[in-house]
C-alpha cells in the first residue's frame, strides 16, 4: 500500500505497524507500505549499531521508503530475505532508470557515473536498508533516493526519478514482496 508520510525517521520500525496503516488488509504472510518522504535517522532511531558508532547516520532530501511486516522471530531469516528482496529492488530499479545495477549484501549501487558533493564517481550507492526481529516479527526498510541531498555521503546515488516514476516503481517493488512471500509461504506447505 503506499502511504503518505511526512519524514521517515526510522521510528516506523521499532514496533509493529502493518495494523495501524493496512487494517483489514494485513495478510499473516508479510505486509509492506511504500511512501516518499526525506529520511533523516540519527542516533535515536539507528538499529545498526556499527553506524552509531561511526555517527554515520541516514541523510536524504528525498526517498523512497519501503517499510515491510513479516511473520518471523528468526534474524537470520529477516536478513535471508532482506537481500533476496534488495536483489528484485535492485532489478526493477535496474529497469526503471535505464542503468545498470549491483547489489552487494544489503546495498543497491548504480553502476553510472555521477557527481555528489563535488565528487565524481563511476557507481554509487542508492539504498540504504536494515531489519531487526521485533515484537514477534521481522521489521525492515529500505529506501531509495530519488534526491540524495547536500546531507547525503558523496557515495549517496540520485536516481531523479520523476513522480510518476516513484509511483510505478513503488507499485512494482510492493508487486513483488506479495508474490515473493506468497511463493514463500507455498513452497513451505509443499513439503512431506
Known sequence: MIIKQDIYDGSLIHSRFAYKFIRDKVV?????????????????????LE???????????KAINFCYELPLTNC??????QRLFN?????????????PIEVDGDD????KE???GGVTQLRGKASVSIVHECQGAILGHTGINIVAGKEAPAFAYSTN???SQAE???????QTFYQTVNSIFIATTKVI
Not at 51 to 59: E, S
Request: hydrophobic share 50%.
Open 114 to 116: 555521477f557527481t555528489q
Open 108 to 111: 543497491i549501487f548504480v553502476c
Open 51 to 61: 553506524d552509531i558508532i561511526t555517527k554515520d547516520y541516514i541523510y536524504s532530501e
Open 28 to 48: 499473516p504472510i508479510g505486509n509492506i507500505i511504500a511512501f516518499v518522504a526525506p529520511m533523516r535517522v540519527e542516533a535515536e532511531h539507528m538499529i545498526d
Open 168 to 174: 510505478d516503481f513503488m507499485r512494482a517493488v510492493i
Open 87 to 99: 536483489s528484485y529492488i535492485g532489478d526493477i530499479l535496474g529497469n526503471a532508470i535505464k542503468a
Open 76 to 81: 537470520w531469516g529477516g536478513i535471508a530475505f
Open 161 to 163: 526519478m520523476t513522480d
